[in-house]
């Protein structure tokens, strides 16, 4: 079982910045490959960014690519996600995931993850 609880979420303006952090307990952190998702209201949960069990390896959905930095600590068993140059469309709630790795690619599809926290949001104002 791995507990995961997102923090830094806020209100901001366009072009402002945020880093999203995620701190997981319970099983092993390094045996997981991490996720950022997010939902609009009214929409569904959809990717955001991945990164490897190690952290050699990232992975970007194309709206964020450039913007969005996906990073974890093995030791402090955190992931974070740094945005930069917010803008509207990136208002969502943002949850992070862990995929139990055993040699899988990381994930992009919400059932690929087999735990996930409860949300923090992003509001961001034009």
């Known amino acids: 079982q791995v507990q995961l609880v997102e923090s830094g979420g806020g209100l901001v303006q366009a072009g402002d910045s945020l880093r999203l952090s995620c701190a997981a307990s319970?099983?092993?952190?390094?045996?997981?490959?991490m996720g950022w998702f997010r939902q609009a209201p009214g929409k569904e949960r959809v990717f955001v960014a991945a990164?490897?069990?190690?952290?050699?390896?990232?992975y970007y959905t194309d709206s964020v690519q450039g913007r969005f930095i996906i990073s974890r600590d093995n030791v402090k068993n955190t992931v974070y996600l740094q945005m930069n140059s917010l803008k509207p469309e990136d208002t969502a709630v943002y949850y992070c995931?862990?995929?139990?790795?055993?040699?899988?690619?990381?994930?992009?599809?919400?059932?690929?993850?087999?735990?996930w926290g409860q949300g923090t949001q992003v509001t961001v104002s034009s």
């Open positions: 319970g099983r092993t952190f390094s045996s997981y490959n």
């Open positions: 990164i490897s069990w190690s952290g050699g390896s990232t």
């Open positions: 995931a862990a995929q139990l790795t055993s040699g899988q690619d990381m994930g992009v599809l919400t059932y690929e993850y087999d735990y």
